[in-house]
């Protein structure tokens, strides 16, 4: 049986707070503001840096098994694109993951992510349309695109200009926090 107050966040080195010390990760992060806030919520971060929507796929079931989680907070995608992966099979394995966390009884929040240009722009907007496509068919709610507020300012990203510094991490926080503040109860 789902735990209401469980959330399962499962992603990828945006989430698995890849080049930084774990504390300083956007899922640390919630896990403090929930605190803060007077939220009742368990934060499990079951997310793989490197990880593709085909990994995910096959760890869900048993993430979901294990932990009960009353909401999935879906990550994940970009090293998809990174490798130039047929968005075809992503937007397939993403939409497998939603119905089996809804069939665990989990709600879902999406979070979307853009690849660079240099695929070309057919591919980068196939795959930016991807999540919106998703979250629409199946009535989620979206994040548009983790990086918002990170992605363009070097000052907040790594060297790698993929993944944000432990500075960028709080602002990666508030886009998610857009998303999932409205879904979330009060521990009363």
Same mark, same amino acid.
């Given at each position: 049986?789902?735990?209401d +107050?469980t959330?399962l966040?499962?992603?990828d080195? #945006?989430?698995?707070?890849?080049g !930084? +010390? ?9 896990t403090q503001?929930l605190?803060?806030?007077?939220y009742?919520?368990e934060?499990? &971060?079951a997310s ?9 796929l096959?760890? #869900?079931?048993?993430a $979901?098994? !294990? ?11 970009? &090293?998809?694109?990174l490798?130039? =992966?047929?968005? *075809? *099979?992503?937007?397939?394995n $993403?939409?497998?993951?939603?119905? $089996?966390? /809804?069939?665990?009884? *989990?709600r879902v929040l =999406?979070?979307?992510? +853009?690849?660079?240009p &240099?695929?070309?722009?057919r591919?980068?907007?196939?795959f930016?349309d ?8 199946y ?14 300012d ?6 790698d200009?993929?993944?944000? &510094?432990? +500075?960028?991490?709080?602002l990666? #926080?508030?886009?998610v926090? /857009?998303?999932?503040e409205?879904l979330l109860?009060?521990?009363?």
């Amino acid at each position: 049986m789902a735990s209401d +107050r469980t959330i399962l966040v499962l992603g990828d080195s #945006l989430s698995a707070a890849y080049g !930084i +010390r774990p504390e300083q990760g956007w899922v640390a992060l919630l896990t403090q503001r929930l605190q803060a806030q007077g939220y009742g919520y368990e934060v499990v &971060n079951a997310s793989v840096s490197g990880e593709t929507s085909g990994g995910g796929l096959q760890r #869900l079931p048993r993430a $979901l098994e !294990i932990h009960h989680p009353g909401m999935v907070i879906l990550e994940i995608g970009a &090293n998809d694109g990174l490798r130039g =992966l047929p968005s *075809a *099979a992503t937007k397939e394995n $993403l939409t497998k993951m939603v119905q $089996l966390s /809804q069939a665990a009884g *989990a709600r879902v929040l =999406l979070l979307g992510i +853009r690849i660079p240009p &240099n695929y070309g722009p057919r591919y980068a907007n196939e795959f930016a349309d991807m999540y919106p496509g998703i979250a629409k068919q199946y009535h989620l709610p979206l994040v548009p695109f983790l990086l918002e507020k990170v992605a363009l300012d070097p000052t907040l990203m790594q060297e790698d200009g993929l993944h944000p &510094n432990a +500075r960028g991490e709080p602002l990666v #926080l508030d886009t998610v926090w /857009q998303g999932l503040e409205p879904l979330l109860k009060k521990n009363r």
